[in-house]
């Protein structure tokens, strides 16, 4: 499995970015995709996660402002990220992971495939 994240960048408070994870490699009928993110001197943290069913979650502190959506593509799913209303508190290194057999993300210790982060960085 090969997870590949793009889109991050510099931005301004208050603009959009959209992150995309592109995954390859896959042969599970049940997963859930998730984002993550890390700010330096902080634990990694859920951002929101979206299952093969479509089913959503969503970290509180970007309901409301974030977006999570997939392509449903069979053997390699297209996840994406609509950050809208950045914060400078959204700045971080913003990873994409997979959890197998599941519809739902359990945790950041739960996930089993990682990509490599990307970073974002909201200017104020």
């Known amino acids: 499995v090969q997870l590949v994240e793009s889109g991050g960048g510099l931005v301004q408070a208050g603009g959009s970015l959209r992150l995309s994870c592109a995954a390859s490699g896959f042969t599970f009928e049940d997963y859930a995709i998730g984002w993550f993110r890390q700010a330096p001197g902080k634990q990694r943290e859920q951002v929101s996660c979206?299952?093969?069913?479509?089913?959503?979650?969503?970290a509180d502190s970007v309901k409301g402002r974030f977006t999570i959506s997939s392509d449903n593509a069979k053997s390699s799913p297209t996840v994406y990220l609509q950050m809208d209303s950045l914060k400078p508190e959204d700045t971080a290194t913003y990873y994409c992971?997979?959890?197998?057999?599941?519809?739902?993300?359990?945790?950041?210790?739960?996930?089993?495939?990682w990509g490599e982060g990307i970073l974002v960085t909201v200017s104020s």
């Open positions: 992971a997979v959890e197998v057999s599941a519809t739902v993300c359990d945790s950041v210790y739960g996930m089993d495939y």
């Open positions: 979206i299952g093969s069913n479509d089913g959503t979650q969503y």
